[in-house]
Every structure is written in structure tokens, then in C-alpha cells.
């Protein structure tokens, strides 16, 4: 096999580490960041941001090149670097914390940084010594698609070209869109319409540029066994409900106040659906994580090995081999581990010492385990597709059980068991961020142990303000509500009550279990069909018709070769700026709303059929846009 072969060779040394670098990636990271966790609170996904902040970065070096002069790859990598770490903080934080708030406590913004900290932490210093193994050793086999598209853009803009100007079109279409929707409120976010054979059958769509750019970031294969979730739930289950509970006159368990009959579709979903659902995610998850133990085994035998080798950076005296120094993986992450145990009120519940101690060592066990399997398989199906939501499950479920177990059920247990997810969460989830950096470097012929400490900077910069972005969505909005429901977060909250209060209904919970059973049996990816059963149809919809884009776009490529990738990466990137530009008007929009008050519009409102349509039509005016701009060679 033929050695491989950097960009930049390992006896050139160019300047990499640098302030600006550093500033810029923490506030472009800050602000990606808060549109990430805008976007997870509102349907439960979140976006590798790389590819994005690789073109930025470019294209702001380029753009203050008379003052910065000239700027090198490994500089505008150190911006790509630590910009996406603050998204990946963003992840963990909102599959979990939230919850705490449903339950009435109310963490600070320190706290739910601490929290992000610590797991930020821990997930970098795990990857470290899995690098040789799964970035260089794996090169072949492991491609990090983020990772491998973000060391494209960096080469071709040090070749003089660059596709900034789609990134930057999606952010402005994507900021303008939302303030129409959440601001002005001129057209109505939501368009259903009602299936008239089918007993209380609706058909949802939101009308959310950002759901659009996820579907066609996923690709047609994802968001349609997504979509067929959510027609099982919305065209099939609820019409059964309804059908069979016409005849019951008083409340069937769990509703305990309205009979069936009288209930909407929405409130069937809530109060039915919605435990089906989420015995689908979770069992979805386990799947997904047993199917990884072959990849565990290997990733840890490794991990292990690497941490056992005596004078591991003496190895190689090449730049491009260099990683931070062991005695910081195990100091580092040991000093997490006992500030974990020794803060008392670190999530404001107040818990012993004992069961600071079992949580912090449920910590750093769940969080090896999971960096390890979040590694490999971002490797294979990129950031997006990771699992961390299941990831987080079994890690909830196995604390849970455990405190169950001592007796320990009561509030302070709760939110034990939810610090143990939040930390969890983060750790796996930038662990698969920093994987796709690492590839980029390897790529390009970056630094390792740089790239290292700029994703430990850029955790620790901007862990405070992600905590604070996430605590005033949820001052703005409420945790729970139509416009933040925090989906993966109440599924969080529904397993721990579960398991430490047994208060759910566990016929309807196995139901789901089942259901994502029968998906993987007939060859389906159960955690992305359970999600689509577990979230509202109408956020499915604008995912799908952004994959059948994807799909339409990837088959005339196929039969034009003249199109090639340049075609994919202007819709990816248009569609991540469409992301970005309605996460960052969201996050606008919620601090108009801490306070000032919620924005009233502007007093004029389409509304009734003429309503639907308008918003419908200038909904698949944008989605045709999306297709112009995905055909489109740079």
C-alpha cells in the first residue's frame, strides 16, 4: 500500500496556532453553537457545522487579508477546529438539560456550563490516544465524511477558489425566512390538512427552512425512513386509536381526564404516541449500540494499548504525529472525574457525597465507552447519523437502574442521573467532532497536538455561552412548548422517571420497542424510523421533501458527469447556511423575547386556506431554489 501523503509535508512547518485563528474560531464556534441548539431544541437533530466554518474561515482570510495578510491552511484549519467544538457542546447540552427544567429545578448558566465543560474535556482527552488507530491507521477504511469534505474546501481555497458566497446566500435566505415566519408572523410556520377517510388523519408540514437544509444533508435514504415514521404514527396509529376509543366514554390509561372521542389528534399524539415513540428511540439506541460492540472491543483494545506505551510522542519526531502528551489524557481527565464528586451543587439538586461519587464514576465509564463507539461511527455515516440521543439512553438507563437498585429514587437521583447523561452526551458527541478534525488535519498535514488544544480551548471558551444561548431559549420559548419542545430531552426525562418512579405506561413503551424490532428485521435503520415516530409528522415533512431534492439532484449527477461534486457541495453548502441563518434568527428572536415580550407581528397575518397556501407555495419556492442552487457548478 502507498504511503499516504499530506498536503502539507511534515518537515514543512507553516503557522498554524495563532490568536486570531483562536478568536475567530471560538466566535464563529459561539454562534454556530447557539444555532445549533436552537435547531435540537426545536427537532431534536443537530449538524456537523465543519464544513460551514471551513468556508467561512477562508473566505474572512481572505476577505481581511490587507490587514491580517497573508493566511496559511493550518491557520484557517485551527478556525474550523475550535469553531465546530462549541457545536458539538451544544448537542450533548440540549439532549439533557432541558429536562432538569421540566422538572422544576432551575440550573444556573454556570452550572449547565460546568456541565458542558467537563464533557467537552473528557471527550477530547478519550480520542486522543484512539488517533493513530482510527484516523491514520483506518485511513482507507474510515472516510469522515466532514472531515474529508472540510480538508476538500481547505485545499481548493488554497488554490484560489472558494464556495463561500453559497454558505453565506443559505445563512441570509435562511435568517430572513425565520424573522418572516417568528418575527413579522406575515405567513403561518405550520400547513396541515386532514386525510378525510381516515379518523382524525392529518398531514402536517412546517414551513422551517433549517428542517429543509437537514433533509437534504441527510439524503433520501434517511429522511424517507424517517418520513415513515411519522406516517405510522400520524395515518395509521392515531386513526386506530381513534377508531377503537370511540366507544369508551370515560379516560383510558395514562389520559386520566378526556375520553378518546373527545380528544384532537395532537393531544392523542401527546398523550399516546408519544410513549410509543419513545420506547421506539430507546430501544432503537440499545440496537444501535449493541450493533457497535464489535467496534467498542476493537476501539478500546487500542485505546488501551496506546494508553500502556511509554514515551508514546518520542515515537515519531514528525510534526504530523505529534499528539498532547499522555500525562494530560490521564491528569486531565482524572481532575474532571474528581471535580465531578467534589462539586456539591453542581446541578442544584444537592445529592450526597455518595452519589456523587457513583455518578462521577458512571461518568467516566459510559463516557470512554461512548467516545470510543461515537468515533467509529462518525467515521463511517458522518456527524449528523451519530447516535449520540441512544448513546445517552443507555447511559441513563444503566445510572437509573443503578440508583433504583440503592433505593436511590427521589429528586436528587433524578438530576444525578441527568448530570451523568449531560456529560456523557457532550463527551461522545464532540468526540465524533473532533474525529472529523482530526481526519481534516491529517489531510491537509495539520498538527495533532494543536488541533487538540484548539478543540480543548474552544470547548472551555464557549461552554458558558452555549449554557447561556440554551438557558434563554428556554426563558424566551419554555422548554415543552410548540415552538421548543426539546424532543430528545423529554425522552430523557420520560426513561429516568421510568425507571426510578415506574410511572409509565410499559404496554405502550414495549409497543414501541417492538416496532423498532420489526424495523431492524426488515432491514431499516430502527433509531432514524423510531425518531420519525416519536416527532410530530408536520417536522418530518419538510425533511423529506429536502431529501427527495437531495435524491432528484443526486440522479441527474449520475447522468451528467459535468456536474460532479461541485453540484453537492453548492446545495450542502447553501443548505447549512439555511440552517445556520434560522438558528441564529431564532436565538435573535429569543432574546427580542426575554425581553421585550414575544414579537406580536406586525398585525397583519394570511390566515384560513388563502393562509395555507401562500405559506405552502413560498415553501416550495425555496425548495425549488434549493434544487437551482444544488445543479449549479461553482
Not at 457542546?89 to 444556573?108: D, E, K, M
Not at 437537514?214 to 377508531?243: C, D, E, Q, R
Request: hydrophobic share 55%.
Amino acid at each position: 500500500m502507498q504511503e499516504f501523503k499530506p498536503y502539507v509535508q511534515a518537515d514543512t512547518h507553516l503557522k498554524d496556532f495563532s490568536l486570531k485563528s483562536i478568536v475567530i474560531g471560538v466566535l464563529l464556534g459561539i454562534l454556530f453553537g447557539s444555532a445549533n441548539a436552537y435547531l435540537g431544541l426545536r427537532v431534536g437533530l443537530t449538524i456537523s457545522t465543519s464544513i460551514p466554518l471551513a468556508v467561512i474561515a477562508v473566505a474572512f482570510f481572505r476577505m481581511m487579508r490587507p490587514i491580517f495578510g497573508h493566511t496559511g491552511i493550518l491557520e484557517a484549519n485551527i478556525v474550523n477546529t475550535t469553531g465546530s467544538a462549541s457545536s458539538s457542546l451544544a448537542s450533548g447540552v440540549i439532549f439533557t438539560i432541558p429536562a432538569l427544567f421540566l422538572w422544576g429545578f432551575s440550573p444556573s448558566i454556570f452550572q449547565i456550563g460546568t456541565l458542558a465543560l467537563f464533557g467537552g474535556v473528557l471527550g477530547v482527552l478519550f480520542m486522543i490516544p484512539l488517533r493513530r488507530f482510527l484516523i491514520v491507521k483506518e485511513h482507507e477504511n474510515l472516510p469522515y465524511p466532514e472531515g474529508t469534505a472540510s480538508a476538500q474546501v481547505l485545499i481548493a481555497a488554497e488554490a484560489g477558489g472558494t464556495h463561500a458566497k453559497s454558505v453565506f446566500l443559505g445563512l441570509g435566505v435562511g435568517a430572513i425566512y425565520k424573522a418572516i415566519l417568528g418575527f413579522l408572523k406575515v405567513i403561518s410556520a405550520h400547513v396541515s390538512v386532514a386525510i378525510p377517510v381516515l379518523r382524525k388523519a392529518v398531514i402536517g408540514l412546517e414551513t422551517s427552512p433549517a428542517l429543509l437544509g437537514v433533509g437534504f444533508i441527510l439524503n433520501y435514504k434517511i429522511a424517507s425512513v424517517m418520513v415513515a415514521g411519522g406516517l405510522l404514527s400520524w395515518v395509521v396509529l392515531i386513526p386506530l386509536i381513534a377508531t377503537f376509543g370511540e366507544g369508551f366514554t370515560v379516560p383510558f390509561f395514562p389520559e386520566m381526564v378526556k375520553p378518546i372521542i373527545e380528544m384532537s389528534p395532537d393531544e392523542i399524539w401527546t398523550r399516546y404516541i408519544r410513549y410509543i415513540g419513545a420506547g421506539a428511540v430507546a430501544f432503537a439506541g440499545i440496537i444501535t449500540v449493541l450493533k457497535s460492540i464489535p467496534t467498542m472491543y476493537a476501539s478500546l483494545k487500542v485505546g488501551l494499548a496506546e494508553l500502556t506505551k511509554r514515551g508514546s510522542l518520542r515515537e515519531s519526531q514528525l510534526r504530523t504525529d505529534r499528539d498532547l502528551p499522555m500525562i494530560i489524557v490521564f491528569g486531565g481527565a482524572l481532575l474532571v472525574i474528581i471535580a465531578i464528586a467534589a462539586m456539591p451543587h453542581i446541578i442544584g439538586a444537592g445529592g450526597g457525597i455518595i452519589i456523587r461519587i457513583l455518578s462521577a464514576i458512571c461518568i467516566a465509564a459510559f463516557a470512554f465507552l461512548f467516545v470510543t463507539v461515537s468515533s467509529r461511527i462518525v467515521g463511517m455515516v458522518g456527524v449528523t447519523s451519530n447516535p449520540t440521543s441512544g448513546m445517552t439512553i443507555v447511559a441513563l438507563l444503566g445510572t437509573s437502574f443503578l440508583f433504583a437498585l440503592l433505593g436511590w429514587t427521589d429528586d436528587s437521583a433524578k438530576a444525578a442521573a441527568l448530570t451523568v447523561g449531560t456529560v456523557v452526551a457532550v463527551a461522545a458527541s464532540i468526540a465524533g467532532d473532533i474525529s472529523q478534525d482530526l481526519k481534516t488535519g491529517y489531510i491537509i498535514g495539520a498538527t495533532p497536538a494543536k488541533q487538540q488544544f484548539s478543540e480543548i480551548f474552544g470547548a472551555v471558551c464557549s461552554a458558558f455561552f452555549i449554557a447561556a444561548a440554551v438557558w434563554l431559549l428556554g426563558e424566551a420559548f419554555t422548554f415543552g412548548s410548540a415552538e421548543l419542545p426539546a424532543p430528545q430531552a423529554t425522552l430523557m426525562k420520560t426513561v429516568v422517571e421510568g425507571v426510578l418512579q415506574g410511572n409509565l405506561p410499559w404496554g405502550l413503551v414495549f409497543i414501541g420497542a417492538a416496532i423498532s424490532l420489526v424495523a431492524e428485521l426488515v432491514g431499516l435503520k430502527s433509531l432514524a424510523f423510531a425518531v420519525g415516530i416519536y416527532l410530530p409528522l408536520s417536522t418530518m415533512m419538510p425533511v423529506f421533501i429536502g431529501g427527495v431534492i437531495r435524491r432528484v439532484v443526486d440522479y441527474i449527477r449520475c447522468k451528467k458527469e459535468s456536474l460532479a461534486e461541485d453540484a453537492k457541495d453548492q446545495g450542502l453548502l447553501f443548505s447549512s447556511g439555511l440552517i445556520a441563518g434560522e438558528g441564529i434568527m431564532g436565538v435573535a428572536i429569543a432574546f427580542y423575547a426575554f425581553f421585550l415580550g414575544k414579537p406580536k407581528g406586525i398585525g397583519f397575518e394570511l390566515t384560513g386556506a388563502s393562509g395555507q397556501i401562500a405559506s405552502f407555495a413560498i415553501f416550495m419556492a425555496l425548495a425549488l431554489f434549493i434544487f437551482r442552487m444544488a445543479r449549479k457548478k461553482a
